[in-house]
């Protein structure tokens, strides 16, 4: 997605380079691949493959993919089998070969590094991320997330302060849903 087939190689699809920058855009905004994945959904927008429903293992494949910065890696997957046109990842059976500014980037380098530092760093990023960053201006004390209608079409996640239930003092501030924090 984001590239079209040349006389040189690869040209940018300024269409589908959009959608590239704003899955690369939303995760350093903080959202987790599947929430980008349900947002490209609700919006209408095809996956890669034509498809109507976008899923988290297509959003962290294109966040990871090094050809976005302008960059190739060479035989990620190869044939086993020329009858049958099998294919498999390469998992050290021939060597690879990584080439450095193979064609024009979608994203720049930067930006992808910083993103690839982000995957790294959390294997599952979560709403539970903002756990102890949000202090309560009443008590002091941070705000926790929370479930509504668990068992229902309406589930929610909100985060409130952890002391607005408990103890003798009774905290009263509002909650908040992760947009708005």
């Not at 209408?44 to 302008?70: A, C, D, H």
């Not at 099998?86 to 064609?103: A, D, F, I």
């Not at 530092?117 to 004390?141: H, M, P, W």
Request: hydrophobic share 30%; glycine share 6%; net charge positive.
């Amino acid at each position: 997605m984001g590239f079209k087939k040349s006389d040189a190689g690869f040209d940018i699809d300024e269409d589908e380079a959009k959608i590239v920058r704003y899955i690369f855009g939303r995760f350093l905004c903080g959202d987790i691949p599947n929430l980008i994945a349900k947002n490209l959904t609700n919006k209408g927008i095809p996956t890669p493959f034509g498809k109507s429903t976008w899923s988290f293992p297509t959003v962290k494949r294109m966040l990871q993919n090094e050809k976005y910065k302008g960059d190739a890696l060479l035989q990620k997957s190869f044939t086993t089998d020329f009858l049958t046109k099998t294919r498999k990842s390469n998992e050290g059976e021939l060597p690879q070969y990584y080439v450095e500014n193979n064609h024009e980037a979608i994203i720049d380098s930067y930006t992808f590094d910083l993103v690839q530092q982000e995957l790294k760093q959390a294997t599952r990023r979560t709403e539970k991320s903002y756990f102890g960053k949000v202090i309560c201006g009443c008590c002091d004390a941070s705000y926790g997330r929370h479930v509504w209608h668990s068992n229902s079409q309406y589930k929610q996640y909100i985060f409130r302060c952890n002391q607005k239930y408990k103890g003798e003092i009774k905290c009263d501030t509002p909650h908040v849903i992760a947009e708005e924090i």
